[in-house]
């Protein structure tokens, strides 16, 4: 039984990992290097992600510089920073590219805030579906003469407490994201 909430520990833990990772990619009008973490540019003909090629850093709030080890790649991973759905120009200057983030207007901002919303709600989507997997190794459990019902019915509630835990960290985290993107 305990291996069953250990499980479902893990298992919703990732998932808030995930979350906190794709609140990362979502640009609040400053510089963030995680921006830049699924676009790979073309190296000696494989994709290879840009933070593996360069070095990524915030010079100034809403400036990022891209300082590759290798001048040759310059141009890929410039043409690779275009071609991405970032929706920023890089400015190559021949030894570094830097990304200028502008202000978001107040429509995007919104725009933002629903999204931040809609990805919350499916990482509370995920953690309820594994708490319903859970729930039905542990009635499976009962099936087999493993536990009893009352054990069962104590299961349950634990794996309740465990999942309304894990809620409430995602929806703090939205909230913070919120804020984040509306104070800029």
């Known amino acids: 039984m305990k291996t069953v909430f250990e499980t479902?520990?893990?298992?919703?833990?990732?998932?808030?990992?995930?979350?906190?990772?794709?609140?990362?990619?979502?640009?609040?009008?400053?510089?963030?290097?995680?921006?830049?973490?699924?676009?790979?540019?073309?190296?000696?003909?494989?994709?290879?992600?840009?933070?593996?090629?360069?070095?990524?850093s915030v010079s100034e709030a809403r400036v990022l510089t891209i300082q590759p080890w290798d001048k040759s790649v310059l141009k890929a991973i410039e043409k690779a920073i275009q071609t991405s759905d970032i929706g920023i120009n890089p400015q190559n200057d021949g030894s570094v590219i830097r990304l200028t983030f502008p202000p978001l207007t107040e429509d995007r901002r919104k725009e933002l805030v629903k999204d931040i919303q809609k990805i919350a709600e499916n990482s509370k989507v995920a953690v309820r579906s594994i708490r319903r997997d859970c729930i039905e190794k542990l009635k499976a459990m009962k099936k087999n003469s493993e536990i009893t019902e009352d054990d069962l019915k104590d299961a349950e509630k634990e794996m309740q407490k465990i999942t309304d835990n894990f809620t409430k960290e995602i929806e703090t985290i939205c909230d913070a994201k919120q804020k984040e993107v509306m104070s800029i």
């Open 8 to 56: 479902a520990k893990t298992k919703m833990g990732k998932t808030v990992s995930a979350l906190q990772t794709e609140y990362g990619a979502i640009r609040a009008g400053r510089a963030n290097p995680q921006i830049l973490d699924k676009v790979t540019a073309d190296y000696y003909g494989s994709p290879t992600p840009i933070n593996q090629l360069a070095s990524v």
